[in-house]
């Protein structure tokens, strides 16, 4: 069999219709029950897809949402469906190219929100607490610091963005006017259960997931489904605990390292995206692989 790519940046599969390339995803039909969709090597930042692929991310993607899926399935059902790549592929050069970063998943309605859960102060939601002492509408106590952990979980809804525009915080009586009261209450409750077991299991392993997004789907039942990704580096900010500290901006498995390399740019965050360097490539390439080890290897701890 003919090695796979050491990076995907574009899948190519004839045998099926395309029906969206996303930032790093790519969309196609299979029938009118299911998707196939393959997470490429692309990474975006500031909402934009820059032009150099990261190896072996999407595969880590992949393997991560899965687990993740397994996981927390006793909570929520997710997307995926039990049928087989090779039932969907049958062409083996077609397959090689897909093998480890597609997954074939159930037609859903996508809910027009992100779910967002922060656990700690950072990011966007530093920012706001610096100009007004609140995170998206969310008053907090005064003299909280950088990084510092938050009481108890925050949920941070935001409108889901086309490509190359920003998604937009809104408050939760928003999201009430999208989804109604009865599915707004439960996509904000679900998402804090999923956050903050798989924070607990995480921190554990020396991993701690700083905040992260959660998307959803219905089906024609009006089911509620975990779709998407699943609490990978790229949905997330994971933190190494043990280097870990009050203050300032924690070093991260996830693609915050390339957020700051290209802050260090004077570039202005808008599309066509700056090449990556090599040594940054190749060191994004080694924390997305070893926050894949660490999570889903049981002999692995750091911390």
């Known amino acids: ?25 790519d969309i196609y039909e299979i029938d009118d029950q299911y998707m196939l969709i393959v997470t490429t090597d692309r990474i975006s930042a500031f909402d934009v897809v820059l032009p150099e692929p990261i190896p072996g991310k999407g595969r880590v993607l992949t393997n991560v949402s899965n687990f993740w899926f397994a996981k927390t399935q006793k909570i929520i059902p997710n997307h995926l469906a039990d049928i087989t790549l090779e039932q969907v592929l049958p062409d083996a050069d077609e397959r ?3 093998e480890g970063r597609a997954i074939i998943v159930k037609k859903l309605r996508p809910l027009p929100v992100e779910a967002i859960v922060r656990g700690y102060l950072i990011g966007s939601g530093w920012k706001d607490y610096q100009k ?4 998206c509408g969310i008053q907090l106590a005064q003299g909280l610091q950088q990084a510092q ?4 979980a925050i949920y941070t809804p935001s409108t889901k963005a086309a490509i190359g525009d920003h998604d937009k915080n809104i408050s939760f009586a928003k999201t009430v006017d999208l989804l109604g009261k009865e599915l707004a209450e439960k996509v904000r409750n679900v998402s804090l259960q999923l956050y903050n077991e798989a924070a607990d299991y995480a921190k554990n392993r020396g991993i701690i997931i700083a905040d992260t997004k ?10 509620l489904y975990l779709i998407d990704e699943v609490l990978t580096p790229d949905s997330s900010r994971f933190w190494p605990a043990k280097q870990y500290q009050v203050g300032i ?4 498995f996830d693609k915050q390292f390339i957020r700051d390399y290209l802050e260090s740019l ?18 994004s390439a080694e924390k997305y692989l070893e926050a894949e080890l660490i999570l889903l290897n049981p002999h ?3 911390g």
């Open 1 to 25: 069999m003919t090695a796979a790519p050491a990076a995907l940046f574009e899948s190519s599969l004839p045998s099926l219709k395309l029906l969206a390339r996303g930032k790093v995803r």
């Open 149 to 152: 952990q938050l009481p108890e």
């Open 300 to 302: 692995s701890r750091i």
């Open 249 to 252: 901006s924690p070093p991260s």
């Open 214 to 223: 959660f998307e959803f789907g219905l089906d024609e039942q009006e089911t």
């Open 96 to 98: 090689v190219q897909v």
């Open 266 to 283: 004077d570039w202005n965050k808008t599309a066509p995206g700056p090449s990556l360097p090599d040594n940054i490539v190749k060191t």
């Open 132 to 135: 007004n002492g609140a995170v």
